[in-house]
C-alpha cells in the first residue's frame, strides 16, 4: 500500500471496522438475561419466577464492581482461564511478531520491497483451511446430536488437537530455513512452512474461545475479558 500512503493503513481498518459493525447489527440476541428480559412483554409466557429474578436487578455500583472483579479472580483462581488465556495470547502474539519479522527475513532472501509482503498470503492459506475443520465440527456434532449423545466441551477440541503439533512444527520449520542458519534453501521452502502456522494460530483462537464459552456459558463474557486483558498485555 506504499502507494496510497500510510494513512490508508487507519482508513482501511475503519472501513473494515464500520462493516463489522453493520454486520452486528442483523445478529439476533442471544444471552439468556437479555431474551428472558424481553419476554416480560408477554404475559403468555410461563416464567413467572424467572421474570421476578430478573425485576431483583443488582445495583449498578455492585454491577461495576463485578465486571471488574470477577474477570480478575477467574484468570487468577481458574486454571482453566489462566492456561487458554497464556496460549491465546502466545498464539496472538506469534501473529504480531510475524507481521514485523516477515519483511526483514524475506528482504534477507532477496526479496524487493514490492513482494515482501507476500508470504503473508501463505499465512492467510493456512487460516482459511480452518473452514474444513469446521465443517468436520458441524457433522460430527449433528451426529451426536441426532443419537442423543452428550456434547461436551472437550468433544470440540478436534481444531486444536491438529493446530498443537502444526504449530510446533511450522515453526521449526520456518526457523530453521530462513537466513543466517540456511543460506541456500528456495524460498519456497519456509514460505509452505507458514501454512500450518496460520492454521494453528487460527485454530486456537476460535477452539479456545468456544471452550471458554461452552464452560462458564453465563460467565463466558468474565472469562472473555480476562483472555482479552492477558492477549493485549502479549500484543504489547
Known amino acids: 500500500m506504499g502507494q496510497f500512503g500510510w494513512t490508508w493503513v487507519f482508513y482501511m481498518a475503519a472501513i473494515v471496522t464500520s462493516i463489522v459493525t453493520l ?31 430478573l425485576r431483583n436487578k443488582p445495583k449498578i455500583p455492585k454491577h461495576e464492581k463485578l465486571d471488574l472483579v470477577r474477570p480478575l479472580r477467574l484468570f487468577f483462581t481458574e486454571p482453566i482461564v489462566f492456561l487458554v488465556a497464556v496460549i491465546s495470547a502466545i498464539a496472538f502474539g506469534l501473529v504480531y511478531l510475524f507481521t514485523e519479522v516477515l519483511p526483514t527475513v524475506y528482504m534477507k532472501i532477496g526479496f524487493e520491497d514490492g513482494w515482501r509482503n507476500i508470504p503473508f498470503l501463505a499465512l492467510a492459506i493456512g487460516m482459511l483451511s480452518s473452514i474444513i475443520t469446521r465443517i468436520y465440527d458441524r ?4 451426529s451426536r446430536l441426532a443419537t442423543s449423545s452428550p456434547v461436551s466441551p472437550e468433544s470440540k477440541f478436534t481444531g486444536f488437537f491438529i493446530g498443537a503439533p502444526l504449530l510446533a512444527g511450522g ?17 519456497v521452502v519456509p514460505t509452505v512452512a507458514l501454512v500450518p502456522i496460520g492454521y494453528a494460530v487460527n485454530e486456537f483462537d476460535y477452539v479456545l474461545a468456544g471452550y471458554l464459552t461452552d464452560c462458564y456459558q453465563t460467565y463466558s463474557a468474565s472469562a472473555f475479558a480476562a483472555l482479552a486483558l492477558y492477549e493485549c498485555c502479549a500484543r504489547s
Open 23 to 53: 454486520l452486528f447489527l442483523t445478529i439476533k440476541e442471544s444471552r439468556p438475561s437479555v431474551v428472558l428480559a424481553k419476554a416480560e412483554e408477554f404475559p403468555d409466557v410461563h416464567c413467572w419466577s424467572r421474570r421476578q429474578g
Open 139 to 142: 457433522r460430527f456434532l449433528a
Open 171 to 187: 515453526l521449526w520449520w520456518f526457523a530453521w530455513t530462513i537466513p543466517p542458519r540456511v543460506t541456500s534453501v528456495h524460498w
